[in-house]
């Protein structure tokens, strides 16, 4: 991937994510060692009065999953992401993206959402990329 | 709690942890993210990696297991945990991390204040940690907001 193969405007191909399940939501937990217990009590759900929500961190790891499909790892300089809505266990994300702008220094700016089947933004972000010129 | 504002510039515990392999791979997996790069060594070093890099939200990994819980976490910073949500979260990248570095972390409180909307009050609270590696590179800088609902 070369800066000259990204033009503003360009959009990225869609990274589909399986469903989240409850298993990965342990899983996850164990791996980010997150162990706050909104996402695998069902009691702390209730008493949150959201019910088991998904890490955060999840979906900004599925964001940089679709990001990373699209530009290598090494070339990523920096993601960014606001979370605007909770993600629940059974929702499948989807990841967009589209290059936004090109800076001097070989940078790409490009935005990157994630969403579920219906459409609802749960996360929003902006990242980074430095690619090498082809000359 | 007590007022919001009397966290800002407060300096965390510093820590350190080595970044493993079997870490990377475990939360890679979780992720459901199969580049082969975060998997073996070799595959990472086809594409040009001089070791098995970390995916980009690795430092998360870092944060929880090497510095504070989430719960401890809460209790230094005054924060009832169940009125926390992550609201922001942003990573740079200023060099490499491979799996066997050792990564030494200072993290600090750069933004502490409260918004009132007409759902009621919302302290912001942001910290930014400084990742330095074994050679005294600074190689990450990470920031989160979360949002404390009153």
Excluded: C
């Excluded at chain 1, 920096?78 to 070989?106: C, H, M, W």
């Excluded at chain 1, 700016?109 to 090498?132: M, R, Y």
């Amino acid at each position: 991937m070369y800066y000259e193969d990204l033009q503003v405007g360009a959009i990225f191909p869609v990274m589909k994510k399986d469903p989240i399940t409850r298993v990965q939501l342990v899983r996850f937990a164990g791996a980010s060692g997150d162990f706050n217990p909104l996402h695998t009590v069902e009691e702390v759900g209730e008493q949150a009065g959201t019910g088991i929500i998904a890490h955060g961190m999840l979906i900004m790891g599925m964001v940089s999953h679709g990001v990373t499909s699209w530009i290598p790892r090494k070339n990523i300089k920096r993601i960014q992401v606001r979370f605007s809505k909770l993600t629940y266990p059974g929702e499948s994300i989807e990841i967009v993206g589209r290059v936004i702008e090109k800076k001097a220094d070989n940078l790409v700016v490009a935005e990157v959402l994630a969403k579920n089947g219906e459409g609802d933004v749960k996360a929003s972000g902006i990242f980074e990329a430095n690619l090498p010129s082809r000359n | 709690m007590s007022d919001v504002k009397d966290l800002l510039g407060l300096e965390l515990e510093p820590y350190s942890m080595a970044v493993e392999k079997g870490k990377i791979k475990e939360l890679a997996i979780a992720i459901g993210d199969d580049n082969p790069i975060y998997y073996s060594l070799e595959a990472a070093k086809e594409a040009g990696y001089d070791g098995i890099p970390v995916p980009p939200t690795f430092l998360q990994v870092i944060e929880y297991h090497g510095g504070y819980g989430f719960q401890e976490k809460m209790e230094v910073l005054k924060l009832n945990p169940v009125k926390i949500l992550h609201g922001d979260q942003e990573y740079e990248f200023l060099g490499d991390i491979y799996a066997g570095d050792e990564l030494h972390v200072t993290s600090k409180i750069i933004r502490a204040d409260t918004k009132i909307g007409s759902s009621g009050g919302l302290d912001f609270v942001t910290e930014e940690s400084r990742y330095t590696n074994q050679k005294g590179e600074l190689v990450a800088i990470a920031r989160i907001t979360l949002i404390h609902r009153h």
